[in-house]
């Protein structure tokens, strides 16, 4: 049973660029939270999606956006990078047919914007 | 809103000490609390959960009570290893029984030296 992926791994980007990050839930999970984690900080959540639409939101700019696709896995995007985005970007997923509180979480993309 | 605190860290113990991480908690509600665990390098792991007030959770030898009165979730451990190195961030949802938006405290950086 394949836990929640995360693609790329590690990315490098410059200011003012864009960037898209992928998750895969974990199998028999609906729900995909995203959360940034700046070095030495705990995670801050961005945003959760549920049936392909954003359920709950966190405080970020509008620059952060989502995507839930029909199979569950769901995409980060964020335009107009600054240099304070880089960051690790967790995905959790959650819930299925046996709903629950735990999220679970996967490795994460570590974004350096230069 | 919602916030947690957690005790400043770094913590280093030697092998076989206790261990006491604290953390509070500030909600509106009734949250369920989580204790999560991230290894250098790696993603976060659940590491354990309580869901009402009075409960207890418990894993590979750590356990949190739930207190409400005191609005705390302190970590414990008897006897730490090596391998329990890794920093440790208390958690809270918005909702108990659901998996929505987490809030997390800063985490406390654990060092176990032999």
Redesign the interface.
Known sequence: DAG?TQSPTHLIKTRGQQVTLRCSPKSGHD?V?W?QQAL??????IF?YYEEEER?R?NFPDRFSGHQFPNYSSELNVNALLLGDSALY?C?S??GLL??????????TRLTVL | GNSVTQMEGPVTLSEEAFLTINCTYTATGYPSLFWYVQYPGEGLQLLLKATKADDKGSNKGFEATYRKETTSFHLEKGSVQVSDSAVYFCALSDRAGSARQLTFGSGTQLTVLP
């Not at chain 1, 030495?40 to 959540?45: L, V």
């Not at chain 1, 709903?99 to 994460?108: A, E, K, L, N, R």
């Open positions: 929640v729900t939270s959360y030495g900080q705990g995670p801050q959540f959760q709950q966190g967790l959790a959650s819930g709903p629950t509180d735990t999220q679970y979480f996967g490795p994460g």
